[in-house]
């Protein structure tokens, strides 16, 4: 079993495209990359949502809502690691960091983050 947080990211009111990429990928990813031990993360993964016809298309086709700016997500061994970060004071420096990261260019009011539980269905890309 697999467990991931996912966060559905929308960028500061005011920050352009092109800074929220610039330090999603430069500064925040390498501050993960630092920090992954201290969070027992194993994988870490940034799908930047930089595409605008087809979503739009998509979006539109599907009455849906505006598109988030990217999706972080980051796998865990279990739950309990995730637990066990989530409550453990070594670890709360780290979580500190990157909060205060966050707090630059994310709209965290407007970026939820969840906890799944991954299950493969199929995968042909093997």
Known sequence: MTIKTIMCIRRKPGLSREAFEHHWKHVHAPLI????GE????????????????SGFL?????GPE???????AWFRSLEDLVDVAGNPAAADALNAL??????????ENSPMFVVQEEDVFDTME
Do not use: P, W
Request: charged content about 40%.
């Open 99 to 108: 909060r205060e990261d966050e707090m630059k260019f994310i709209d965290l």
């Open 59 to 63: 979006r539109q086709q599907r009455n």
């Open 67 to 73: 598109k988030f700016d990217g999706v972080g997500q």
């Open 33 to 36: 990359d630092r920090l992954k």
């Open 39 to 54: 969070l027992k993360i194993l994988r870490y993964v940034q799908s930047n949502a930089n595409e605008e016809v087809v």
